[in-house]
């Protein structure tokens, strides 16, 4: 059992939970995830570690709810208990001194975006963090990243923050200029956002990492639901990931794949949102 | 009640057939197909045992159960004494009595099976362990063993870490298991289908063991949330058996559309998450009509027989080999056929086909036939020129085969592995480093529950040498 320590409200549907769980909390590293189960009959869901204190051996969660399982998280009240949390999981993040990085998150995907934003400022980079919504109240974190970013920017579809229109924005004006131009992008987001990045950045051949949410079950290496195609080899995004070269990513595999239950999910309300709630949350 | 027939009478006496649920009943449930020998029938199947001096079931047995001995004190109608000598020799026989291939082992060496029927050993067991669940406040107290002083760490809780737990419990060590999941008993809860193991079973086979002394924490993972060093620093030996891992892909086109499942996902949606057996599981699974599972081993019979439960209407084993090659028990195959399963032999596919929108549509096959044997001693497929065909099915499972594990090796360069990735044991099971020992699938790859626990109780032997020697 996982003892909540304490759950926030950071914004609406987005809680910040802090979870008792100190082995996680000693061998966490950036970029990786644990498996929750709030009770028995309830789903395995991948998480990512946002943050974590290994002396007071906590982990921090950004745990966006919106899908039914997500909401039963998140309503679980301090003191009380998750019953299941394996990890970390997944491999750390490759974090070196690139010198100028650029960050962009969208969606869910922000809350993916913070621990790397956080490690690659700590490792001495110049950070651009770039996030986007459909309207300002899906604008997340924006108080934790720009904490640790040099630049920080906003696009919304509606223009109600920031520029109007998608990130590829702010990124394409990024890229333009010489000045700024960084040597590596790291991405989290939908998987259109996630590709459009990835081809906007290959014609400079930037590197670029995004992290990767397939379908996923166990997240032990063992039942290969989370298998994407990276080039021309099949990698398991739970072991091999889940971050990959954007530009060996097989984008249309991985979004195809990340329907198969919509029918199942029609009682939620959008696609995007439950993709959270199927093993698809980090 | 003595057990003194005249070897007349036991041979007169004929195999007793397992109760089971009928094939169109059971087919669209999850119930438990074998019933188990009611008294009666398990005493006169126990009767039927020669009681032969030189126990060639015996040999039979991955973990060396003393066959004659408790069947001879069931046919006295003593069952402490019975359940007794077999869980002293078996940590798991409630599982053991439904799950092993009784027929190719203890059953295959027995002296009545040579001009008729072998004694149903399997059923046999399973009667005594299911008694000995049933009657707790009549088994014989176990001596409490002395208490060593040493403490080892099992990593992984399915059959091979159950019974190295077990044993090492027994042989007075302190045990602790680390499961990566967050249920107990490794593929036997996440593998093997309620139908075939019901879950209560291992449960109860678990609680046994903790009541040993031996202690288990889920949610674990070594590799990741502990590493192997950390292991070595804090316990006095270490068992790896954490098992099979990643599934072998088909390398052929359309394995990754919609709808197309490795086995260990389709049965663990099912089994550990309980998709499609409870209304309110919120673990979702694919259902269609057609439904085809590629593969002949008791994993491609586990998910076909799945697959017809949850309601497809034509589930089809697709199998390159013929069904006299099939790696599967018998007891599955014929269960399997009552329940309506087709079998496609000799049918190999080629590509999995798919629709427009990624659903999978079915499969592109060849027809084969056998030629010379291969390595394995079995005949080796090949295609017949020009006999593609086409097979619809809405959903395809691989049942071909595992990997390795790899969480706990990559973090573990110091372990000696096989070019599979398999770790190398020696013959006393231990690894390239002194004081940490494996067995199960995560040394053999894919192989079965009995031979895994074979490996956990001689891995436990050799671990209780080591331990003597520190």
Redesign the interface.
């Known amino acids: 059992m996982f003892e909540v320590v304490s759950n926030e409200i950071l914004a609406e549907n987005l809680h910040k939970m802090v979870l008792s769980a100190p082995?996680?909390a000693l061998?966490r590293k950036p970029g990786q995830f644990v498996m929750i189960?709030l009770a028995k009959?309830?789903?395995?869901i991948p998480l990512t570690i946002s943050d974590a204190d290994p002396a007071a051996g906590t982990i921090t969660l950004f745990i966006q709810a919106i899908g039914?399982?997500t909401r039963r998280i998140v309503d679980t009240k301090v003191g009380d208990s998750i019953?299941?949390?394996?990890?970390?999981?997944g491999k750390e993040t490759h974090i070196i001194k690139w010198g100028r990085v650029a960050c962009v998150g969208g969606g869910v995907g922000t809350a993916v975006l913070f621990p790397l934003v956080k490690a690659l400022a700590e490792a001495g980079n110049q950070v651009t963090t770039i996030i986007g919504g459909r309207s300002t109240p899906q604008i997340i974190l924006s108080d934790e990243l720009s904490q640790f970013s040099d630049t920080f920017l906003v696009a919304t579809e509606d223009g109600s923050l920031g520029t109007k229109g998608f990130v590829t924005g702010p990124l394409g004006e990024l890229l333009a200029d010489p000045e700024r131009v960084p040597q590596a992008v790291f991405a989290v987001g939908p998987v259109p956002m996630m590709r459009a990045v990835a081809e906007m950045t290959r014609k400079q051949g930037i590197e670029t990492i995004v992290s990767l949410n397939p379908i996923m079950?166990?997240g032990?290496?063992?039942?290969?639901?989370c298998?994407v195609?990276i080039g021309t080899e099949?990698k398991?995004a739970c072991?091999d990931g889940p971050e990959f070269d954007a530009h060996l990513v097989d984008f249309a595999?991985l979004s195809?794949?990340l329907?198969?239950?919509r029918k199942?999910?029609a009682v939620c309300q959008t696609a995007n949102d439950c993709k959270i709630?199927?093993g698809v949350g980090k | 009640m003595s057990n003194t027939l005249s070897a007349k009478e036991r041979l007169a006496i004929g195999r007793a057939a397992m109760p089971e649920l009928k094939g169109d009943e059971r087919s669209r449930n999850f119930e438990e197909v074998n019933l188990g020998l009611g008294a009666d029938l398990a005493l006169s199947e126990a009767r039927r045992c020669l009681q032969c001096k030189n126990r060639a079931c015996v040999a039979g047995c991955p973990v060396g159960v003393s066959i004659p001995e408790f069947i001879d004190a069931l046919a006295c109608g003593d069952l402490p004494r019975s359940a007794q000598i077999l869980r002293g020799d078996n940590a798991l026989p409630a599982v053991c009595g439904r799950v092993c291939p009784q027929e190719s082992q203890c059953e295959a060496l027995c002296v009545r099976g040579i001009k008729g029927e072998a004694v149903a050993i399997g059923y046999l067991e399973r009667y005594v362990a299911d008694w000995a669940m049933n009657h707790p406040d009549q088994l014989l107290r176990e001596k409490a063993p002395k208490v060593s002083g040493k403490s080892v760490v099992v990593v992984g809780c399915g059959p091979a870490g159950l019974t190295a737990a077990g044993e090492l419990a027994r042989l007075g060590h302190a045990v602790t298991i680390f499961e990566a999941l967050h249920d107990t008993g490794g593929v036997l809860r996440y593998g093997i289908p309620e139908f075939r193991l019901p879950k209560e079973i291992i449960d109860r086979e678990v609680a046994l063991l903790s009541e040993l002394g031996v202690t288990i924490e889920c949610n674990i993972i070594i590799g990741k949330t502990l590493t192997v060093a950390q292991l070595r620093d804090e316990f006095d030996a270490v068992f790896i058996a954490n098992g099979a891992g990643l599934p072998t892909m088909m390398n052929i086109p359309g394995e990754n559309l919609k709808g197309v499942y490795a086995a260990n996902e389709f049965l663990t949606r099912v089994n550990l998450m309980e998709a499609g057996r409870r209304e309110d599981s919120s673990t979702p699974i694919i259902k269609r009509r057609e439904v085809a599972v590629i593969g002949g081993g008791n994993t491609a019979m586990d998910c076909v027989r799945t697959a017809r439960r949850l309601g497809a209407e034509r589930a089809m084993i697709v199998y390159r080999r013929g069904e006299l090659e099939m790696p599967a028990r018998a007891e599955e195959i014929k269960h399997a056929k009552e329940e309506g399963v087709e079998f496609v032999m000799l049918t190999a596919p080629t590509a999995i086909l798919g629709t427009e929108d990624g659903w999978v549509s079915g499969l592109n096959c060849q027809k084969m036939e056998l030629g010379a044997p291969d390595q394995s001693g079995r005949r080796k497929p090949q295609a017949i020129a020009g006999s593609d065909f086409e097979l619809p099915a809405g959903v395809v499972i691989n049942a071909v085969g595992t990997g390795a594990n790899p969480l706990l090796t990559a973090t573990a360069p110091e372990i000696a592995l096989n070019k599979w990735g398999n770790i190398v044991i020696d013959a006393e099971a231990a690894t390239s480093i002194p004081g940490v020992f494996a067995g199960g699938d995560i040394v053999r790859g894919g192989a079965t529950v009995i031979l895994a626990m074979g490996d956990g109780k001689s891995a436990a032997a050799a671990i209780d040498g080591y331990l003597k020697k520190k």
């Open positions: 082995r996680v061998a189960r009959g309830e789903e395995r039914a399982s019953r299941d949390v394996a990890g970390p999981l079950i166990d032990t290496g063992m039942c290969g639901g298998r195609k099949t398991f072991v595999g195809d794949r329907t198969s239950y199942e999910e709630g199927r």
